[in-house]
């Protein structure tokens, strides 16, 4: 029986390593949300159409792909500390490659310095989710995850505001000069505003450089999932990443999960200006449901273990999600607006609560387990467009149909989020049972 004296050790113990990786979840939110802003930034410098612009998100996205494995054999080699500030320098590294960008006003460039911020937030992302996972009880991990998660979003909200403000600056002028201007104005007002992103990218790369260094000199304790229970007498152990059955299903859990949150922060904008609210309100949606996830987390930070566990909380996640979709297909006007917005509250709590779900009784197998939930959030880049093509063919029918092009926009928009229905159902099912598959029964 653990002691209150113990307890309060404990607490105190582990107290400096989270605040220090809260400071990274903060890292990677900022540099994660931040790409709202740069996307019709290059559009313009660049001269884009709005097909290649979304590249930015491809790049950043494609990273947690194609470095989620590497990133798990590093781990496995220097540790969960040493590749926390590796990340942290090969995003320094990427945000420098900004600057000759800007100077060559070159997209291919760009891209290239977020696909190599890309992979040093995976590498962290891979290091610092199970870290915190495992860095005190299992039981209460959803809570650890829950405080992150408020530090992210956080984070995210000042990226967006912040970046929005130094590198949209003025746009709507520059854009309507680019059309009467020579050839020559044009050129120097492009590269003008490409240097824009300069002082902040080297601010950033020396912000990182100075975390990397930190966190090599941080009290971070090293920490091991515990071990994969003993077999039976006449059973065989595990030997494969694939005897985890819990594990799989809660990667494709995850990846239905990413899909739905950037579904609710990222189409909630022009689903409003599509319903025919004013640009100037719309804008201000998404803060709407970053908000719903920030004081759900922390309910989550208050509720788990304590009062309710993972699971619990999970089940409670999805079967909200599912009421939630109904309610936004069923409405109309700012009420089903607001039922988007209100996703954030379903999906605050499911991040949190998979991560321990499905980390639970892998033992060495927890770095690579960690990889593949990295590689999930890939989910963010194939649910999204899912929805995009259900409206454009929505509305394309409801056209032909002699329906009047805003109205088919506005009932198209809505019944795209019929999509959500089967992501919510499939995380209820992780939630009631898929988590528990596979596992020795205590």
Known sequence: MITSTSSSSEKKTTLIPILIIASLFFVFGFVTWINGALIPFMKTINELTSAQSLLVASASY????VMALPASYILTKIGYKKGMSLGLFIMGFGALIFIPAAEARTYWMFLTGIFIQGAGMTLLQTASNPYITILGPMESAAKRISIMGICNKCAGALG???????????????????????????T?????????????????????FLLGILILKAPLPNVEAEPIQEAKEGETTK???????????????????????????????AYGIALGFPAAD????????????????????????????QALALRL?????????????????????????????????????????????LGKFTKTASALLVMAISGGAVIPPLYGKFVDVTKAELAANGVSEALAAAEASTKGYWILLPCYIIILYYALAGHKLGLKKD
């Open 62 to 65: 494609i990273s947690f792909v």
């Open 160 to 186: 967006s505001l912040i970046f929005g403000s130094i590198l949209l600056s003025g746009i709507d002028e520059i854009q309507a000069k680019l059309s009467v201007v020579s050839q020559a104005e044009k």
């Open 188 to 208: 120097t007002l492009l590269n003008t505003m490409a240097d824009s992103v300069v002082v902040p990218y080297i601010t950033m790369a020396v912000v990182l």
């Open 239 to 269: 030997t494969s990443i694939f005897q985890f059955p819990h594990l799989w299903l809660g990667v494709l859990t995850l990846f239905m999960y990413v899909g739905v949150e950037v579904i609710a922060g990222d189409t909630i904008i």
């Open 282 to 309: 719309a804008k201000f949606f998404t803060t709407f449901t970053l908000l719903a996830m920030v004081v759900t987390y922390g309910l989550g930070v208050f509720l788990i273990p304590k009062y309710i566990t």
């Open 317 to 361: 996640s999805a079967l909200l999600g599912i009421v939630l979709s109904f309610c936004i297909v069923f409405t109309s006007g700012f009420a089903s607006v607001v039922f988007v917005a209100a996703l954030g509250i379903a999906n605050a709590l499911v991040w949190p609560a998979i991560w321990p779900l499905t980390l639970k009784g």
